[in-house]
């Protein structure tokens, strides 16, 4: 039998064995295409096959050897302090890759360590949590339902807890989990 693959739309089809070493229109675009004996078909496409079937075996050793190495440099990196983030070393590897393009970056590093910045608001729910957890269930509950935004009635607490409450919703607009805040001081209640 004899077999034609399409360069150009891909359509597979056999043909008698006539029109082995032609070329044949396809069937599917009207493209001129050689045709092959099957078996030499076969024994291109298989060739084909090993050979890529071996590369990956190459690049999946040279994987598995890097990383053996690579552990023995981040084995002591603290994730939750990104001030480790925030190093030039540790932006290497988009410097290079930015190379590549004529680009030259000029990175911030200040801007990518976080370290600290939830730790405020962590600390007043944490210290208050009885009181602060109203906060935190009213946020899930208008989250779940699709609102957006929370009220919070402050008239009625007391000055310190208002205080706080304020100071909360502030701390986590400024920290971008709040897309809007607002306080009014007369009427005693934020949003």
């Known amino acids: 039998m004899a077999i034609y693959r399409c360069n150009k739309c891909g359509h597979l089809e056999e043909l008698q064995d006539l029109y082995i070493g032609t070329n044949a229109n396809?069937?599917?675009c009207a493209t001129p295409t050689p045709v092959y004996a099957t078996t030499k078909f076969v024994q291109h496409l298989l060739a084909k096959y090993f050979s890529a079937n071996k590369e990956i075996s190459v690049l999946k050793q040279a994987l598995s050897e890097q990383e053996e190495?690579?552990?023995t440099e981040n084995e002591n990196l603290e994730v939750r302090n990104t001030r480790e983030l925030a190093t030039a070393s540790q932006h290497e590897p988009i410097a290079k890759?930015?190379?590549?393009f004529q680009v030259k970056p000029d990175f911030d590093f200040s801007a990518v360590d976080t370290s600290g910045f939830f730790d405020e608001g962590a600390e007043i729910l944490g210290?208050?949590?009885p009181m602060m957890r109203e906060v935190l269930d009213r946020v899930k509950f208008n989250q779940r339902k699709g609102y957006d935004s929370v009220f919070f009635e402050l008239a009625e607490r007391s000055q310190k807890e208002a205080q706080l409450f304020n100071e909360l919703c502030r701390k986590l607009y400024g920290y971008s989990f709040f897309s809007r805040y607002n306080y009014n001081k007369q009427e005693k209640n934020c949003v």
């Open 26 to 28: 396809c069937t599917a």
């Open 69 to 71: 190495d690579t552990p």
């Open 97 to 100: 890759w930015l190379a590549q």
């Open 127 to 129: 210290e208050h949590y």
